[in-house]
């Protein structure tokens, strides 16, 4: 039988308003492609090319190189065709070149976390072809040099040998800078980049043993197949990791004709916003370099100016440039290109309104004419995020739907950091100042490396420029310094990414690798010292600065009352103490989903009647260290009750095993013998006899309760209590007692008992009463199995997903540690299912859980308590089950409120 033949398509064209693709095909085309074809097909000036799809990323590293490159050569051979068709010129050819760029292009943007080539197709005789056709040697041969150094790198594996080291290529070029006295690449000679060249070249063969590869197509491959293993480089995969993207996206390959920005005084290459990426300012700006292409200015290697003239203006200000010095020697694009800028304004405007978001665009001026080169929706700062998705909701560009979608729930956190304390700064002393590339607050002590951003439990990671294997570090230091870049360059795009405070561009800071020290005017500060960045202001200060918690107001507090509107499952809080019920209220709680009551016994005068209760051999004398406990317990739910007055607060009662309560140092087990009158061999005897082999499944929630009822007593009599005492004071209260670990009906109704004894017991003492409700904690399998049942007896069920996933994994918690890192890295698990709710196993007892306990009690309230109720993918997938609320920590509890929104929203549309 004739085998049929593989017609899939793998490879995409664009330019010239002729389109394969659009921007709904993401996944397929990763986000750079997909938008090259969208605004090919809209008129935009995009250079031509074609994308290989992410299927094709997936395909190599399942099948390797050879079956890939046979499966797409026609395709990607018939596509460089068609370019060669329309610019006019021939691949490999060394009279009428083709050079191309070879990008990555994942479905979400990774700035520089993978590989990019520039001005490949380039060899000894195509250069010669390309200074006689442009009549422009020094651009040849500065294109030239670029394309070594770029795939000595990328493709070549040509890295610096240590940190401290620079990169061999960037070696080669200072050394020849500080012999011919000179500063920048510009001021080379044609003869200079001649001899950089030849010195690249013979670089490559000394480091990797053979020569530089001369024909295009072997060029064309190695990048190719270069990028696709960028995918999985150790940049990428940190990246990945950070934002939870999976790793079987895979990313798309984009090859496109190359425009020089390179070309002279009339060429130039930029990177622009169509708002403020770092404050979300309705102004459009950006950053370029004359006679440069675009990695100059992401790299941060050359300081690069303003777009607009207010821009400029701001710049000069914050550098303390005068403005005759200013308009001479920086002007913005808009002064000296006032034709291109203006073109180049209206594509950023038409882009904004096409895309109805906020636009990151790069561009390049060849020759005094423009070229778009890319655009996306660009990265933000939490501040701009919420900022820009209000202007736009009222400018009527989006609706209020919109508007909450645009938002991505895990940037508010960046809100909920605390801030520098006005009158702190007043007495600060500021040393330096640089670009405020992203807002925030940073203390931390001075690191230099990367790889040494832990060394310290806070850090401030010091750069003369930062570059995307400085990845990792960037994500532990608290903020990020450089004395080189600009508002675009690699740092301040990265850590508005990561919602990171980071300063660039402060060309004061003289810093020395080598001897690990940074020197501002006169002064030294060394590794270990304290500074403070104001990423708001792009002040660098000495020492420490005291900061504040924030506010939820403003556009924050606009965004959080339009989620409110939508949203139909409520957001609860885990608080185990009036402080924390009191910021959760602060920051929208609508209840506490999960007051942990051990944590209230292990303060210094509570532990001690904890501890006599535990060695008491007598129910009388477990009574009696009660006894000494209740008044204490009282005051803290009396305390939490009129935090959230009005508001359910549901109160678990104690849950781990007693052995988490004794001493175990043999001091402290002495002081506990003089203080009880017993002997030391008894305590120590006890502390032996609580000892269980796996305390998580042993001796503890309703099990405790039910073998020593006076604890459940105390605690229902201290709930009680509270919540009368504020009744008498005018104070609403809604108490729920949760009963933990339930696996049977039977625990369950034994603790329920004792809970209405205790509490028609005070009522009569009282002659008074309160309303009430008992559930349970769903953490143990076999009660979600039995949940029907449970139902019949329970008033509402929380689902406890920490031991839920413990159990239902069989993984312990304290110990996954060891093994789960290695299952992530091999992929026998995509996530940490502690971290992320696992919704195919965990998820179904969940959702089971609910269907059953409703099915007995339709209008049985249900929730969840665990970490993941802070999770906006867990959020979501509790949404989806019905739940009435999800709890979780006070400072998640706005993250929340928007994933319940969202959800709702999408379950519209």
Not at 33 to 55: K, R, W
Not at 732 to 740: A, G, Q, T, W
């Amino acid at each position: 039988m004739e085998m049929l033949q593989d017609v899939k398509k793998r490879v995409y064209r664009f330019g010239n308003k002729a389109t394969d693709g659009n921007s709904k095909m993401k996944n397929l085309l990763g986000g750079k492609g997909a938008n090259l074809a969208e605004m090919s097909s809209i008129g935009i000036p995009v250079p031509p090319g074609f994308t290989i799809t992410t299927d094709v990323c997936t395909e190599y590293n399942l099948l390797g190189q050879e079956t890939v490159i046979e499966m797409i050569k026609e395709e990607v051979e018939e596509s460089i065709s068609n370019i060669e068709s329309f610019m006019g010129t021939s691949f490999g050819d060394k009279n009428n070149p083709l050079l191309v760029s070879v990008r990555s292009g994942a479905r979400v943007s990774m700035p520089g976390m993978m590989d990019t080539v520039l001005n490949l197709g380039m060899n000894d005789e195509v250069v010669e072809g390309l200074a006689k056709k442009t009549n422009n040697e020094p651009f040849a041969w500065d294109s030239y040099r670029r394309f070594i150094q770029m795939y000595g790198g990328v493709v070549l594996g040509m890295k610096p040998a240590s940190k401290e080291d620079i990169d061999p290529f960037e070696e080669i070029m200072e050394h020849l800078k500080e012999k011919r006295g000179i500063h920048l690449d510009t001021e080379f000679t044609i003869q200079d980049l001649k001899d950089l060249v030849y010195d690249f070249k013979d670089t490559v063969k000394k480091r990797t043993g053979h020569d530089f590869p001369t024909n295009p197509w072997e060029q064309l491959w190695g990048a190719i197949i270069a990028v696709f293993n960028s995918w999985n480089g150790d940049r990428a995969v940190y990246y990945r990791n950070i934002h939870g993207y999976p790793a079987n996206w895979g990313t798309a390959v984009n090859v496109q004709a190359m425009v020089y920005g390179n070309m002279g005084d009339n060429s130039g290459t930029g990177v622009c916003f169509t708002r403020d990426a770092g404050t979300g300012e309705n102004v459009f700006n950006g950053e370029y370099l004359i006679n440069a292409q675009g990695e100059d200015v992401v790299a941060g290697v050359r300081t690069p100016q303003q777009i607009t003239k207010l821009g400029s203006e701001r710049w000069a200000e914050l550098a303390k440039v005068e403005e005759d010095d200013r308009a001479a020697n920086y002007p913005s694009l808009q002064e000296l290109m006032p034709s291109i800028f203006k073109e180049l304004d209206y594509y950023q405007g038409t882009l904004e309104k096409h895309y109805r978001d906020m636009q990151d665009m790069e561009f390049t001026i060849q020759d005094g004419k423009l070229w778009i080169l890319q655009t996306r929706n660009g990265k933000r700062t939490g501040a701009a995020m919420v900022k820009i998705a209000v202007d736009l909701l009222k400018e009527k560009m989006i609706d209020e739907k919109e508007a909450i979608l645009l938002l991505e729930a895990n940037k508010l956190d960046e809100l909920l950091h605390p801030i520098f304390d006005p009158s702190a700064l007043k007495r600060s002393h500021v040393i330096a100042q640089g670009l405020p590339a992203s807002p925030g607050a940073a203390t931390g002590k001075i690191v230099f490396f990367a790889d040494e951003a832990n060394k310290y439990k806070n850090t401030i990671l010091v750069r003369i420029e930062t570059s995307p294997e400085d990845l990792e570090g960037m994500n532990i230091a608290k903020g990020i310094l450089t004395a080189r870049g600009g508002m675009t360059s690699h740092a301040a795009v990265v850590a508005r990414g990561m919602g990171k405070c980071c300063i660039s561009g402060a060309g004061a800071l003289k810093i020395n690798y080598k001897n690990r020290t940074l020197t501002v005017d006169d002064h030294e500060y060394h590794e270990g010292d304290w500074i403070s960045l104001n990423g708001s202001t792009g002040n660098i200060i000495e020492g420490k600065v005291a900061t504040m918690e924030p506010e939820l107001s403003g556009e924050f507090a606009e965004v959080m009352k339009l989620a409110d509107k939508y949203a139909i499952m409520k957001v609860r809080t885990n608080a185990d103490s009036p402080k924390d019920a009191k910021v959760a209220r602060s920051f929208g709680a609508q209840g506490i989903g999960l007051t942990r009551t051990e944590h209230m016994f292990f303060e210094v005068d509570r532990i001690k009647a904890m501890r006599e209760m535990i060695l008491a051999d007598t129910v009388k004398g477990r009574k009696q260290a009660l006894e000494d406990l209740l008044p204490m317990q009282r005051a803290d739910f009396e305390g939490i009750f009129k935090e959230m007055e009005g508001l359910s607060v549901t109160i678990r009662l104690l849950d781990p095993p007693l052995h988490e309560f004794v001493p175990h140092q043999l001091a402290t087990q002495k002081e506990l013998a003089e203080d009880m009158h017993i002997s030391l061999q008894a305590v120590k005897n006890k502390v032996a006899e609580l000892e269980e082999f796996n305390p998580m499944l042993g001796h503890r929630g309703c099990r405790l309760g039910n073998t020593y009822p006076e604890i459940t007593e105390m605690q229902t009599r201290a709930i009680i209590e509270a919540a009368i005492n504020l009744k008498e004071r005018g104070v609403v209260c809604k108490p729920e007692i949760m009963v933990p670990l339930v696996g049977t009906v039977k625990e369950f109704e034994t603790q329920e008992q004792i809970i209405r004894a205790t509490a028609n017991k005070i009522f009569e003492e009282r002659n008074d009463t309160i309303e009430f409700l008992i559930g349970t904690m769903i953490e143990v399998p076999r009660a979600a199995l039995m949940a029907d049942l449970i139902a019949e007896k329970a008033d509402f069920f929380s689902f406890g997903t920490n031991d839920l996933t413990q159990m239902t994994f069989g993984y312990s918690r304290d110990d996954a540690g060891k093994f789960l890192p290695i299952y992530l890295k091999k992929g026998i698990l995509k996530v940490d299912p502690f971290e992320v709710l696992d919704q195919e196993g965990v998820g179904q007892l969940v959702k089971m859980g609910t269907e059953r306990g409703r099915s007995t009690k339709p209008n049985l309230k249900v929730g969840i308590c665990g970490e993941h109720g802070g999770e906006p993918s867990s959020v979501e997938f509790c949404y989806k089950t019905g739940m009435d609320y999800v709890s979780c920590s006070p400072y998640r509890v706005p993250i929340a409120r928007l994933v319940s929104a969202q959800a709702a929203i999408k379950a519209t549309l």
